[in-house]
């Protein structure tokens, strides 16, 4: 089959929820994929981050593997194994607690919220109050925590108890926060919001704010987590600790899985049997390929790699923004990156990937690189030179 015949397979039998780009992936291995044609791609953007140690990394193949050939799911009424291993590698990396294992971001999210308001219940609160240009995921109830309007219009009346604020203002914060209030949610790094950064000192004020007021601070670290940031979780730049973290994307490399993470502070069990549940959540494959992530993280000194990466790679864009006008910013963290145009930046885009290198758009202006983070200075040199030809033809 050709790209056509399968994009003809998708108008008549899948929905169409995707604004699709002409590309029918069918094979990639690290930060390489190949279309169904044949043609080769440099992914800067694999799968949203969810491949972050590139794609079909051998050690997370291998784990793949081993465990289909033993056992593939294990109802979480019984024990599993690669379960707690997995919630043991997770807790030593980031802080005392436990972890409720889901299938994504928009489910650990969910579970998030469900946390708080089972939290707050027995004082009435359940207000939970998010950032302006924030996404936490696609169900109703993150939809309503999302702070934009276009992704939550046509989907009316929303479930009540969510507030929007913008990011890094501490006062209108404040002013949100009622007696209604149990939890204050945030991205430390906006992806879908246009790689916008929290502020340092607003950070550990929002952390007072919360131990004030008896709030629960959540951290969405759907996308900058596992290392995306060159530390396991970006909450470990700003030092201050969450009360409930959220994990996605990256922590499977490429299989579908999502956790809630629970500070051990929190004294009480507030999500109990039969509270709260995921049928595949935490199951045997998933879990294997999770724990073949940490040990590939630790193994290949990816941390170090990130933070050396990132900065070349931030070098690198800014010696471009300083050739070309268009460019009004480059802003993030380790390999989250984002480059702010003074126009639209869907045609970049277009030609990036006709080049033969696959990048994102976000908020119409905001390009999105988000590389493996097991890039090195030889691909990040190849795709900056594709860059810097398609920003010379326009």
Known sequence: MNTKEVADLYDRYVLPTYRKSPLCIVKGKGSKVWDIEGKEYLDFFPGWAVSGLGHCHPNVVHAIKHQVRKLLHVPNNYYGLKQGQLAEKIIAKSFPGRVFFCNSGAEAMESAIKFARKFGSPTGRYEMVSMERSFHGRTLATVAATGQERIQKGFEPLPEGFKHVPLNDLEALKRAVTNKTVAIALELIQGEGGINVADQAYVREVRALCDEKNLLLIFDEVQTGIGRTGKWFAYQHYGVEPDLMTLAKSLGSGVPIGALVVHRKIKEDVLTPGSHACTYGGNPLVTAAA????????????????????????????????????????????????????????????????????????????????????????????????????????
């Open 291 to 394: 724990l073949a992530v940490f040990k590939t993280i630790e193994k290949e000194k990816l941390l170090q790699n990130v933070a050396l990466m990132g900065d070349y790679l931030r070098s690198k864009l800014l010696e471009l923004k300083a050739k070309y006008s268009l460019i009004k910013e480059v802003r993030g963290i380790g390999l989250m990156l984002g480059v702010e145009l003074d126009r639209p930046g869907a045609a970049i885009v277009d030609r990036c990937r006709e080049r033969g290198l696959l990048i994102n758009c976000t908020q119409e202006r905001v390009l999105r690189l988000l590389p493996a983070i097991t890039i090195t200075k030889r691909l990040i040199d190849q795709g900056v030179r594709i860059l810097d030809g398609v920003f010379a033809s326009i």
